[in-house]
């Protein structure tokens, strides 16, 4: 039996690229349980951990999909840019719970979550725009 190891750049290339793929799907695993975790402390519910996470989730899976059906590799680069759209959308999704909880200690849910979304909604679309 003779086995060769592939050389040169494109070798190296391809190896470098499966390691960073694999391990940004592991970490991007990682930071949606941490994400959840934190998320549920502090919101001291199970379901506030979820309403973060889930659409992440969704998000992640729509991304995936839209690359797969426009023939986009799984790259370092789209990992990459994966990942940080995960931890962005986190960031904004808690922002806007928290907010949510403000207004709800002031006026009734309709009410609150129009107010919400005209605010911190408005200042969170145009950021993610500008992103």
């Not at 494109?10 to 949606?32: D, F, H, P, S, Y």
């Not at 941490?34 to 992640?60: E, H, N």
């Not at 370092?76 to 403000?102: K, P, Q």
Request: charged share 10%.
């Amino acid at each position: 039996m003779r086995v060769d190891l592939p050389g040169g750049a494109i070798g190296a290339q391809a190896a470098t690229n499966a390691v960073v793929v694999r391990e940004k799907l592991r970490n991007m695993l990682q930071v949606g349980a941490i994400i959840f975790l934190l998320s549920a402390l502090v919101f001291r519910s199970v379901v506030g951990g979820l309403i973060i996470l889930l659409p992440l989730l969704a998000a992640v899976l729509v991304n995936f999909g839209g690359m797969g059906w426009l023939g986009v590799w799984l790259n370092m680069t789209t990992a990459t840019v994966s990942a940080m759209g995960m931890s962005i959308g986190a960031d904004f999704g808690i922002y806007l719970l928290f907010r949510l909880r403000e207004e709800l200690g002031r006026q009734p849910l309709p009410l609150a979550i129009r107010t919400t979304l005209s605010t911190s909604g408005r200042a969170i679309f145009y950021v993610a725009t500008a992103m």
